[in-house]
C-alpha cells in the first residue's frame, strides 16, 4: 500500500496574487503522480473548518482516494465563526467520516490508522509555563490528557493491528525548532506511542519541518 503524508497544508495561505488556489492542485497531481492508495493529512489543512473540510472533500473527488485527516489547532480556530468554540469547531469536523479522531480507519489487513489533534503543555521546556490555552476552556495540560486518553480508546479498539498514529501535535522534542518548543507538543504523547507496542509510524505536523527519526520499534515521522 502506497500511502502519502502530508501536513499544514495551509490552503488559505497558498493562492496566487489573483486569489487563485494553486496547493489543492498541486496536491492532487502528487496524489495521481505517485499512485497512492490513500493521502494522510496531520491537521491545519486552513484556519476556517468549513474551508478545511472542503479541501478534504475535493482531493477525494479530484483523486479517487481517501483522504484521512486530524484537526490542527488553525482548523478550530473560530475567527470566522465567533458563535462557535473550538470543541464545537472539533465536534463538527467529527462529523466527517474520514476525520481519525472518530477512531481507528482500517488501511489494509492487519494495519490501522488512529489520531487525535493532541495538544501542548510546555513538558519539553518544563522550567517555563505555557501562556495557557487560547481555544479550550481547560488547562493546557488537561488538554494533553484527554487527547491522550482518546488516543489510548483507539490503541484498544484496533484489536491489536499494526498502526499508523497521526497526531497534529509534535511527540519528541527532536522535532521542534529553537524556541518554538513551549506550544510545540507534548512529552506524555511521545511516552504514550512508544508504550504501544502496535505504533510502527507515528506522524505529525505543527512545526513546519520534516524530519524522520526511528526510536525503538517507531519510526517518527515529521512531514509539514
Same mark, same amino acid.
Given at each position: 500500500m502506497r500511502i502519502g503524508l502530508l501536513a499544514d497544508i495551509h490552503v488559505d495561505l497558498n493562492? /496566487?496574487? !489573483?486569489?487563485?488556489?494553486? $496547493? /489543492?492542485?498541486?496536491? *492532487?497531481? +502528487?496524489?495521481?503522480?505517485?499512485?497512492? !492508495?490513500?493521502?494522510? /493529512?496531520?491537521?491545519?489543512? +486552513?484556519?476556517?473548518?468549513?474551508l478545511s473540510l472542503n479541501l478534504v472533500k475535493r482531493i477525494e473527488k479530484i483523486t479517487g482516494r481517501g483522504c484521512l485527516f486530524v484537526p490542527g489547532n488553525h482548523d478550530l480556530f473560530t475567527g470566522n465563526h465567533p458563535n462557535l468554540s473550538s470543541l464545537e469547531i472539533y465536534n463538527?469536523?467529527?462529523? %466527517?467520516? %474520514?476525520?481519525? +479522531?472518530? #477512531?481507528? $480507519? @482500517?488501511? @489494509?489487513? #492487519?494495519?490501522?490508522?488512529? #489520531? !487525535?489533534?493532541c495538544w501542548f503543555d510546555g513538558s519539553f521546556l518544563p522550567d517555563i509555563q505555557t501562556k495557557g490555552s487560547r481555544l479550550w476552556d481547560k488547562s493546557d495540560r488537561e488538554m494533553c490528557t484527554w487527547f491522550e486518553q482518546r488516543l489510548e480508546e483507539a490503541f484498544a479498539e484496533s484489536n491489536g493491528d499494526n498502526l499508523i498514529a497521526v497526531s497534529h501535535m509534535v511527540p519528541i522534542i527532536d522535532f521542534t525548532r529553537p524556541g518554538k518548543e513551549l506550544e510545540a507538543g507534548s512529552i506524555g504523547l511521545g511516552e504514550l506511542l512508544a508504550s504501544c507496542k502496535n505504533v510502527?509510524? +507515528?506522524? *505529525?505536523? %505543527?512545526? %513546519?519541518?520534516?524530519?524522520?527519526?526511528k526510536k525503538d520499534e517507531t519510526v517518527f515521522i515529521c512531514q509539514s
Open positions: 493562492y /496566487t496574487d !489573483d486569489g487563485e488556489d494553486f $496547493i /489543492t492542485p498541486a496536491v *492532487c497531481d +502528487s496524489i495521481l503522480n505517485n499512485n497512492l !492508495d490513500v493521502f494522510i /493529512t496531520a491537521g491545519d489543512l +486552513s484556519d476556517d473548518y468549513e463538527l469536523m467529527q462529523e %466527517h467520516p %474520514h476525520n481519525l +479522531s472518530n #477512531g481507528p $480507519i @482500517k488501511l @489494509k489487513e #492487519g494495519w490501522n490508522a488512529v #489520531g !487525535d489533534t510502527k509510524y +507515528s506522524v *505529525c505536523g %505543527h512545526v %513546519h519541518g520534516r524530519n524522520e527519526i
